[in-house]
């Protein structure tokens, strides 16, 4: 199933700093789906960019923005199109 896929993807990268940092290069909102995307082939899992985009969506509906993440948007940290968050929950 995709999304146990990218939810096992997710914990993967909350574990290894590399992967966060390679998350963290990108520019835009489909450069972000597309990085995801390889990362996830790389690692071995199968997902679409369309799947992995829902899945964003999904997360960016249903979880609220912590402090540390609302600091950073406040801080000027934020990725274009607010997806600070996305890179945080995954």
Known sequence: MSKA?????R???AQYPALQERL??????DSLIALI???GQEKGYSFT?????EYIN??????????????AIAGGAAKADGW???IACF
């Not at 896929?5 to 993807?9: A, D, G, P, S, Y």
């Not at 963290?24 to 909102?29: F, L, P, R, T």
């Open 84 to 86: 600070v968050n996305v």
């Open 5 to 9: 896929n990218l939810e096992q993807l």
């Open 24 to 29: 963290n290069q990108a520019s835009d909102n």
């Open 11 to 13: 914990q993967e990268v």
């Open 58 to 71: 999904e997360m960016n509906t249903s979880q609220e923005i912590s402090e540390e993440q609302l600091e």
């Open 49 to 53: 960019r369309q799947e992995v985009e």
């Open 37 to 39: 995307t390889e990362v």
